[in-house]
């Protein structure tokens, strides 16, 4: 099993924090995807997925499909339709991809840095940029997503505003070994902000909400 944690913030009723960070960022553009691709395969080895929680899944597979969203990000307006690349010494050490979800809405899609990048703020700083475009694009009520077992992005997120308010709890489970049929459940749980602690069941007005997969 694991968790997704989905964290928000309402730009129309907080503000965004000044961004400290030193390194420059640019917005990236086509010719950086093979440098995004070099570091999304440094900095996803080793990271604890979705994927990765189900033992019987291949590891480096499970590693590839951070790599390719990340390359997918920067050429498909359907993954991301904002990009931005943190450099140093003149080298892409990270990167931040953003989408809108609706007119209002707008969530942080994936975010990658080479480990010498990491402890210097970066990943504080896309998180700011990001809001600042999205808010800059009219869209105020901002989503991130990431997994319960990350310690240091939820205490970044939180730090700057952002509050939990959705979890969902995907159950791995494999049938028919012969023919590698792999299901997992999505079972969704949604916390109120008067109600942080309760857990709504079929019979509240909010429905846990179910998705089953199949892998072949």
Not at 12 to 30: C, E, L
Not at 68 to 89: F, G, H, K, N
């Amino acid at each position: 099993m694991d968790t997704l944690v989905y964290y928000s913030i309402d730009l129309s009723k907080k503000p965004i924090p000044a961004d400290t960070g030193k390194v420059p960022m640019r917005n990236a553009v086509k010719s950086d995807e093979q440098y995004i691709r070099e570091v999304a395969n440094e900095a996803f080895v080793g990271y604890f997925g979705h994927y990765h929680a189900d033992k019987r899944l291949d590891r480096k597979k499970c590693d590839e499909t951070y790599t390719s969203l990340a390359c997918r990000s920067c050429v498909l307006p359907d993954v991301a339709d904002q990009v931005y690349v943190a450099e140093m010494d003149g080298a892409i050490v990270g990167f931040a991809a953003f989408k809108f979800n609706s007119a209002e809405e707008g969530e942080g899609v994936l975010t990658g840095l080479l480990p010498r990048a990491q402890g210097k703020g970066i990943h504080r700083s896309f998180i700011i940029k990001g809001l600042e475009w999205f808010k800059s694009q009219g869209r105020t009520k901002i989503s991130r997503t990431d997994a319960d077992y990350q310690y240091f992005v939820p205490e970044s997120l939180l730090r700057l505003g952002f509050e939990p308010y959705r979890f969902f709890y995907t159950f791995h489970k494999w049938f028919d070994e012969n023919n590698g049929r792999y299901f997992f459940y999505t079972f969704q749980q949604t916390l109120f902000r008067r109600e942080r602690t309760r857990v709504h069941r079929q019979s509240d007005r909010v429905r846990p909400y179910f998705r089953r997969r199949t892998i072949h």
